[in-house]
């Protein structure tokens, strides 16, 4: 008889232990879900594109031979990626408290849905495992305030930042830190891509009732991620609008996190925007150097990975504007060393990691922040390195001045060069002036960050 995918999975995992680090297997392998095995076939299920490829290049083989053993025929090993994986963490189980006598004798319903939203809580990110710095700090007391005091002191609470800069940690952080204190609290944790497809089939299957009793009766805080994503669905804006009314006026935490300002969601409710905006909107920006070196010191020992400080600058001085690429790089790195034996040093680091560090340089040239800007703007790159100084004109030489600053690293005399031999004091008081325009004028503010955006874009 043949196997079924899991046993096939689980037969392979004990096969693979012998073979490689247990490093590798529980950051690599353990996570992947086998969906099916027939005909031959294998399909492994993946978390993201980054784990995807990563075990493409480097396990493919492997895989597929240690698979073909264990199943005993040889077997063709297809990816793909889904999202979903990424909210189950396997840490949990045995990272989570000890159930208290009470509970296990006990156990009510509620106390059983409880447990089934906390675990939807990635475990990693609670408020111990978060590094603060200048960029955070805001919104990292904000979010403290609210685990320690919930509904008394911001309600609600929007977050809001950039990809990658630690609004999902936040979030659950916040529900890690309640439920430790109250461990009866009801907490839902969403994202709002799962949250839309709750309404849907509410809808769908009639079951708007107990959708209401969910989230109207049953929740004490509620935490939706990447609100943003409600955008142009009117039917779930119009529940959410219901629900945020409910809890608010029974006192009951709201968090949200959204990569855009309230303003800035496109094709959402007015009333629901400005919803957003009663209680207190906090921001995490990218983090400074400082706070990226400690991000990856606290993230190396809680790998129990010893790396030397040059390592640490190596990867904190080129990897700047997010920190899941931070951290991506840095398991990279240690995936690598424990494969090869060999010493983590700055060099090997640049080899290892040659192919992300050269995307960057070249996206992040002062070239193509010039090209972009001069096409987001739609003036010419001669226009931004002239000295004509129609209004049309200014703006976008200045924010390309800021951007070039900013994400490519290159001096003030480096700039003035590169824009048409100017005065290096020219640069810094563009800089200056956008800088400074940032905090009050909205509308450039959303322009830089579409800029920032794109360069991410061309640099994954
Ligand atoms: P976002 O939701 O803003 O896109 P995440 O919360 O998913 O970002 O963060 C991306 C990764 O970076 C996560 O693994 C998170 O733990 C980590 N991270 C982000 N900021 C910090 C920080 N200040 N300290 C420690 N880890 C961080
Ligand atoms: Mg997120």
């Known amino acids: 008889m043949t196997k079924s995918a899991a046993e096939l999975w689980g037969s392979f995992l004990t096969a693979a232990a012998g073979k490689l680090s247990a490093h590798v297997i529980d950051s690599w392998l353990a996570p992947i879900r086998c969906a099916r095995y027939d005909n031959a076939t294998v399909v492994l299920e993946v978390r993201d594109q980054f784990a995807r490829d990563w075990l493409r290049d480097h396990y493919v083989d492997f895989i597929r031979d240690e698979l073909s053993l264990v199943a005993g025929e040889s077997v063709a090993v297809d990816w793909v990626v889904n999202p979903e994986l990424r909210l189950t963490d396997v840490s949990e189980e045995t990272n989570a408290p000890p159930e208290s006598p009470q509970e296990r004798s006990g156990v009510t319903e509620t106390v059983d849905s409880e447990k089934r939203e906390s675990r939807q809580l990635n475990s990693r990110y609670v408020f111990d495992t978060f590094v603060s710095g200048p960029s955070n700090q805001f919104a990292f007391a904000a979010c403290k305030a609210v685990a320690e005091n919930p509904a008394s002191s911001y309600n609600p609470l929007f977050l809001f930042?950039?990809?990658?800069?630690?609004?999902?940690?936040?979030?659950?952080?916040?529900?890690?830190?309640?439920?430790?204190?109250?461990?009866?609290?009801?907490?839902?944790?969403?994202?709002?891509?799962?949250?839309?497809?709750?309404?849907?089939?509410?809808?769908?299957?009639?079951?708007?009732?107990?959708?209401?009793?969910?989230?109207?009766?049953?929740?004490?805080?509620?935490?939706?991620?990447?609100?943003?994503?409600?955008?142009?669905?009117?039917?779930?804006?119009?529940?959410?609008?219901?629900?945020?009314?409910?809890?608010?006026?029974?006192?009951?935490?709201?968090v949200v996190t959204s990569d855009k300002l309230p303003h800035e969601i496109p094709d959402i409710e007015e009333r629901l925007r400005n919803r957003f905006q009663w209680g207190l909107i906090a921001d995490v920006q990218p983090p400074e150097i400082e706070t990226r070196v400690a991000i990856l010191r606290k993230k190396a020992d809680s790998e129990r990975v010893s790396l030397a400080d040059e390592v640490i600058f190596f990867l904190a001085k080129n990897i700047r504007s997010n920190v899941r690429e931070l951290e991506g790089a840095l398991v990279r790195l240690m995936a690598h060393a424990s494969l090869t034996g060999q010493p983590l040093t700055a060099d090997y680091a640049q080899t290892v990691l040659a192919d992300i560090l050269q995307s960057r340089t070249l996206a992040l040239s002062v070239e193509s922040i010039q090209k972009l800007v001069a096409s987001y703007y739609q003036v010419k790159i001669a226009d931004l390195k002239s000295a004509r100084r129609q209004r049309i004109l200014v703006r976008p030489r200045q924010v390309a001045m800021y951007l070039c600053r900013k994400h490519a690293g290159a001096s003030f005399p480096e700039l003035g060069t590169r824009f048409g031999d100017k005065d290096h004091t020219t640069i810094m008081s563009a800089c200056k002036k956008v800088d400074s325009l940032l905090k009050t004028d909205a509308a450039l503010r959303k322009e830089v960050l579409e800029l920032e955006r794109r360069l991410d874009v061309l640099n994954p």
């Not at 529900?175 to 009801?186: D, N, S, T, V, Y």
């Open 161 to 254: 930042g950039g990809v990658g800069l630690g609004k999902t940690h936040l979030l659950s952080a916040i529900g890690h830190q309640i439920l430790r204190e109250k461990p009866r609290a009801r907490i839902i944790y969403t994202s709002s891509e799962a949250f839309v497809n709750e309404v849907i089939n509410a809808v769908r299957f009639s079951k708007l009732d107990e959708f209401h009793n969910k989230y109207r009766r049953n929740c004490d805080v509620f935490l939706v991620d990447d609100i943003q994503l409600i955008a142009g669905k009117d039917r779930t804006q119009h529940e959410f609008f219901h629900i945020f009314n409910t809890l608010y006026d029974s006192q009951r935490q709201i």
